[in-house]
């Protein structure tokens, strides 16, 4: 995870992916990516 968000525009990405799991119901993913990104200080959506 911290890899990506390392990465140009990778914090958008994952804010990205976040959104389109919620959109497809797939909310146990969207909240292990969320619970990632707190653990990392990153900013969410």
């Known amino acids: 995870m ?3 968000a390392a990465q140009p525009g990778g ?3 994952l804010q990205r992916r976040v959104h389109e799991l919620r959109s497809s119901g ?3 993913a969207a909240n ?3 619970q990632e990104m ?7 959506q």
Request: proline share 5%; no cysteine.
């Open 2 to 4: 911290a890899d990506i």
């Open 11 to 13: 914090i958008e990405a």
């Open 26 to 28: 797939v909310d146990f």
């Open 32 to 34: 292990a990516i969320e």
């Open 38 to 44: 707190a653990a990392l200080d990153l900013p969410r």
